[in-house]
Antibody, heavy 118, light 113 residues
Framework: EVQLVESGGGLVQPGGSLRLSCAAS????????MHWVRRGPGKGLMWVSH????????DCADSVKGRFTISRDNAKNTLYLQMNSLRVEDTALYYC???????????WGHGTMVIVSS | DIVLTQSPLSLSVTLGQPASFSCRSS???????????LNWFQQRPGQSPRRLIH???ERDSGVPDRFSGSGSGTDFTLKISRVEAEDVGVYYC??????????FGQGTKVEIK
Protein backbone atom coordinates (compact mmCIF):
# COMPACT_ATOMS: atom_id res chain seq x y z
CA GLU A 1 0.00 0.00 0.00
CA VAL A 2 1.31 3.44 -0.95
CA GLN A 3 1.68 5.48 2.22
CA LEU A 4 3.07 8.85 3.30
CA VAL A 5 3.39 9.56 7.03
CA GLU A 6 4.32 13.04 8.23
CA SER A 7 5.81 13.89 11.63
CA GLY A 8 7.62 16.69 13.40
CA GLY A 9 4.86 19.24 13.82
CA GLY A 10 4.18 21.04 17.07
CA LEU A 11 3.87 24.34 18.87
CA VAL A 12 6.69 26.83 18.30
CA GLN A 13 7.19 30.50 19.08
CA PRO A 14 7.48 33.09 16.31
CA GLY A 15 11.03 33.12 15.00
CA GLY A 16 11.55 29.49 15.94
CA SER A 17 12.37 26.44 13.81
CA LEU A 18 10.93 23.01 13.11
CA ARG A 19 11.87 20.14 10.83
CA LEU A 20 9.07 18.11 9.32
CA SER A 21 9.61 14.58 8.04
CA CYS A 22 7.58 12.42 5.67
CA ALA A 23 8.22 8.68 5.58
CA ALA A 24 7.26 7.03 2.31
CA SER A 25 6.44 3.37 1.75
CA UNK A 26 4.78 1.13 -0.82
CA UNK A 27 6.46 2.69 -3.86
CA UNK A 28 9.93 3.45 -5.22
CA UNK A 29 10.45 6.80 -3.49
CA UNK A 30 13.53 7.71 -5.54
CA UNK A 31 11.47 7.67 -8.77
CA UNK A 32 9.09 10.46 -7.74
CA UNK A 33 9.09 14.22 -7.35
CA MET A 34 7.62 15.25 -4.00
CA HIS A 35 5.81 18.31 -2.63
CA TRP A 36 4.83 19.96 0.64
CA VAL A 37 1.37 21.57 0.69
CA ARG A 38 -0.30 23.29 3.63
CA ARG A 39 -3.80 24.22 4.73
CA GLY A 40 -4.10 27.05 7.21
CA PRO A 41 -7.01 27.33 9.66
CA GLY A 42 -10.09 28.39 7.73
CA LYS A 43 -8.07 28.59 4.55
CA GLY A 44 -7.59 26.57 1.38
CA LEU A 45 -4.66 24.52 0.15
CA MET A 46 -1.40 26.26 -0.61
CA TRP A 47 1.59 24.72 -2.35
CA VAL A 48 4.76 25.22 -0.29
CA SER A 49 7.68 23.46 -1.94
CA HIS A 50 8.77 20.84 -4.45
CA UNK A 51 11.84 18.68 -5.04
CA UNK A 52 12.84 16.50 -7.96
CA UNK A 53 13.37 12.76 -7.61
CA UNK A 54 17.16 13.03 -7.25
CA UNK A 55 17.01 16.15 -5.10
CA UNK A 56 19.01 18.28 -7.51
CA UNK A 57 16.26 20.81 -8.18
CA UNK A 58 13.81 22.40 -5.80
CA ASP A 59 11.32 25.29 -5.72
CA CYS A 60 9.28 27.00 -3.06
CA ALA A 61 6.50 29.55 -2.72
CA ASP A 62 7.53 33.19 -2.45
CA SER A 63 5.97 33.42 1.02
CA VAL A 64 8.45 30.87 2.43
CA LYS A 65 11.48 31.56 0.24
CA GLY A 66 14.65 32.01 2.28
CA ARG A 67 13.01 30.48 5.37
CA PHE A 68 11.95 26.95 4.35
CA THR A 69 14.16 24.30 2.73
CA ILE A 70 12.97 21.05 1.23
CA SER A 71 15.28 18.03 1.07
CA ARG A 72 15.13 14.27 0.76
CA ASP A 73 17.08 11.14 1.67
CA ASN A 74 16.30 8.49 -0.92
CA ALA A 75 18.21 5.85 1.04
CA LYS A 76 15.82 6.41 3.95
CA ASN A 77 12.70 6.99 1.79
CA THR A 78 12.14 10.24 3.64
CA LEU A 79 11.22 13.80 2.66
CA TYR A 80 12.01 16.77 4.88
CA LEU A 81 10.98 20.38 5.33
CA GLN A 82 13.27 22.57 7.41
CA MET A 83 11.30 25.60 8.57
CA ASN A 84 13.17 28.56 10.06
CA SER A 85 12.07 32.05 11.14
CA LEU A 86 8.53 30.79 11.58
CA ARG A 87 5.69 33.30 11.54
CA VAL A 88 2.18 33.17 12.96
CA GLU A 89 0.84 32.95 9.40
CA ASP A 90 2.77 29.67 8.88
CA THR A 91 0.32 27.96 11.24
CA ALA A 92 -1.20 25.15 9.19
CA LEU A 93 -1.60 21.45 8.62
CA TYR A 94 1.36 20.45 6.48
CA TYR A 95 0.94 17.62 3.99
CA CYS A 96 3.56 15.83 1.97
CA UNK A 97 2.36 14.69 -1.43
CA UNK A 98 3.67 12.55 -4.26
CA UNK A 99 3.86 13.81 -7.83
CA UNK A 100 2.56 11.31 -10.39
CA UNK A 101 4.89 11.66 -13.41
CA UNK A 102 3.22 13.41 -16.29
CA UNK A 103 0.03 14.01 -14.31
CA UNK A 104 0.65 15.82 -11.04
CA UNK A 105 0.04 15.38 -7.33
CA UNK A 106 -1.77 12.15 -6.55
CA UNK A 107 -1.08 10.66 -3.09
CA TRP A 108 -1.22 12.73 0.13
CA GLY A 109 -0.20 11.99 3.68
CA HIS A 110 -2.48 12.71 6.63
CA GLY A 111 -0.58 15.83 7.60
CA THR A 112 1.28 17.19 10.62
CA MET A 113 0.10 20.29 12.46
CA VAL A 114 2.36 23.29 12.96
CA ILE A 115 1.22 26.03 15.34
CA VAL A 116 3.25 29.22 15.57
CA SER A 117 2.21 31.20 18.62
CA SER A 118 3.68 33.06 21.55
CA ASP B 1 1.72 33.30 -11.28
CA ILE B 2 -1.47 31.63 -12.42
CA VAL B 3 -4.55 32.40 -10.34
CA LEU B 4 -7.39 29.89 -10.20
CA THR B 5 -10.80 31.28 -9.26
CA GLN B 6 -13.45 28.82 -8.15
CA SER B 7 -17.18 29.48 -7.96
CA PRO B 8 -19.34 29.21 -6.08
CA LEU B 9 -17.38 29.18 -2.82
CA SER B 10 -20.14 27.20 -1.15
CA LEU B 11 -22.98 25.07 -2.40
CA SER B 12 -25.93 23.49 -0.62
CA VAL B 13 -27.32 20.56 -2.57
CA THR B 14 -30.28 18.21 -2.16
CA LEU B 15 -29.38 14.51 -2.10
CA GLY B 16 -29.77 12.97 -5.53
CA GLN B 17 -29.58 16.30 -7.32
CA PRO B 18 -26.70 17.40 -9.58
CA ALA B 19 -23.97 19.85 -8.61
CA SER B 20 -21.51 21.81 -10.71
CA PHE B 21 -18.39 23.76 -9.78
CA SER B 22 -16.40 26.18 -11.89
CA CYS B 23 -12.66 26.83 -11.99
CA ARG B 24 -11.33 29.70 -14.08
CA SER B 25 -7.67 30.35 -14.74
CA SER B 26 -5.97 33.72 -15.21
CA UNK B 27 -4.26 32.29 -18.30
CA UNK B 28 -4.47 29.26 -20.56
CA UNK B 29 -3.53 26.00 -18.86
CA UNK B 30 -2.30 24.37 -22.05
CA UNK B 31 1.24 23.30 -21.24
CA UNK B 32 4.34 23.38 -23.42
CA UNK B 33 3.63 19.76 -24.39
CA UNK B 34 0.10 20.59 -25.52
CA UNK B 35 -1.50 18.89 -22.51
CA UNK B 36 -3.62 20.58 -19.85
CA UNK B 37 -2.69 19.75 -16.28
CA LEU B 38 -5.84 20.73 -14.42
CA ASN B 39 -6.75 18.37 -11.59
CA TRP B 40 -9.64 18.23 -9.12
CA PHE B 41 -9.33 17.15 -5.49
CA GLN B 42 -11.94 16.32 -2.88
CA GLN B 43 -11.23 16.93 0.81
CA ARG B 44 -13.78 15.40 3.13
CA PRO B 45 -13.98 16.71 6.70
CA GLY B 46 -11.03 15.43 8.74
CA GLN B 47 -9.42 13.71 5.77
CA SER B 48 -6.53 14.34 3.40
CA PRO B 49 -7.24 15.54 -0.12
CA ARG B 50 -8.04 12.84 -2.67
CA ARG B 51 -7.57 13.32 -6.38
CA LEU B 52 -10.77 12.75 -8.38
CA ILE B 53 -9.91 13.98 -11.86
CA HIS B 54 -6.60 14.55 -13.65
CA UNK B 55 -5.81 16.31 -16.90
CA UNK B 56 -9.25 17.96 -17.04
CA UNK B 57 -11.44 14.92 -17.57
CA GLU B 58 -9.68 11.67 -16.67
CA ARG B 59 -11.30 10.04 -13.67
CA ASP B 60 -8.91 8.50 -11.14
CA SER B 61 -9.11 4.83 -10.19
CA GLY B 62 -11.94 4.10 -7.76
CA VAL B 63 -13.72 7.41 -8.31
CA PRO B 64 -17.47 6.94 -8.89
CA ASP B 65 -18.64 7.70 -12.42
CA ARG B 66 -21.05 10.32 -11.08
CA PHE B 67 -17.99 12.64 -11.03
CA SER B 68 -16.94 14.16 -14.35
CA GLY B 69 -14.60 16.92 -15.45
CA SER B 70 -14.64 19.07 -18.55
CA GLY B 71 -13.28 22.28 -20.00
CA SER B 72 -10.37 23.72 -21.89
CA GLY B 73 -8.06 26.70 -21.98
CA THR B 74 -9.08 28.80 -19.01
CA ASP B 75 -12.53 27.45 -18.07
CA PHE B 76 -13.08 24.15 -16.32
CA THR B 77 -15.99 22.40 -14.61
CA LEU B 78 -16.44 19.53 -12.18
CA LYS B 79 -19.88 17.94 -12.12
CA ILE B 80 -21.53 15.49 -9.77
CA SER B 81 -24.50 13.90 -11.53
CA ARG B 82 -26.33 12.86 -8.31
CA VAL B 83 -24.99 14.10 -4.99
CA GLU B 84 -24.63 11.56 -2.21
CA ALA B 85 -24.05 12.18 1.51
CA GLU B 86 -20.39 11.10 1.22
CA ASP B 87 -19.74 13.94 -1.24
CA VAL B 88 -19.76 16.55 1.55
CA GLY B 89 -16.46 18.38 1.71
CA VAL B 90 -14.35 20.93 -0.11
CA TYR B 91 -13.43 20.60 -3.78
CA TYR B 92 -10.26 22.18 -5.15
CA CYS B 93 -8.96 22.64 -8.65
CA UNK B 94 -5.19 22.70 -9.08
CA UNK B 95 -2.96 23.50 -12.04
CA UNK B 96 0.36 21.91 -12.85
CA UNK B 97 0.77 23.26 -16.37
CA UNK B 98 2.89 26.30 -15.57
CA UNK B 99 5.10 25.96 -12.52
CA UNK B 100 6.47 27.03 -10.17
CA UNK B 101 4.29 27.73 -8.36
CA UNK B 102 1.70 24.99 -8.55
CA UNK B 103 -1.56 26.74 -7.62
CA PHE B 104 -4.92 25.80 -6.15
CA GLY B 105 -8.30 27.43 -6.36
CA GLN B 106 -9.87 28.70 -3.13
CA GLY B 107 -12.12 25.66 -2.90
CA THR B 108 -15.88 25.07 -3.12
CA LYS B 109 -17.53 23.80 0.07
CA VAL B 110 -20.37 21.37 -0.51
CA GLU B 111 -23.03 20.64 2.08
CA ILE B 112 -26.30 18.76 1.98
CA LYS B 113 -29.57 20.66 2.33
Amino acid sequence: EVQLVESGGGLVQPGGSLRLSCAASGFTFSDYWMHWVRRGPGKGLMWVSHITSDGTSRDCADSVKGRFTISRDNAKNTLYLQMNSLRVEDTALYYCARDDPGIGIDIWGHGTMVIVSS
Amino acid sequence: DIVLTQSPLSLSVTLGQPASFSCRSSQSLVGSDGKTYLNWFQQRPGQSPRRLIHKVSERDSGVPDRFSGSGSGTDFTLKISRVEAEDVGVYYCMQGSHWPPWTFGQGTKVEIK
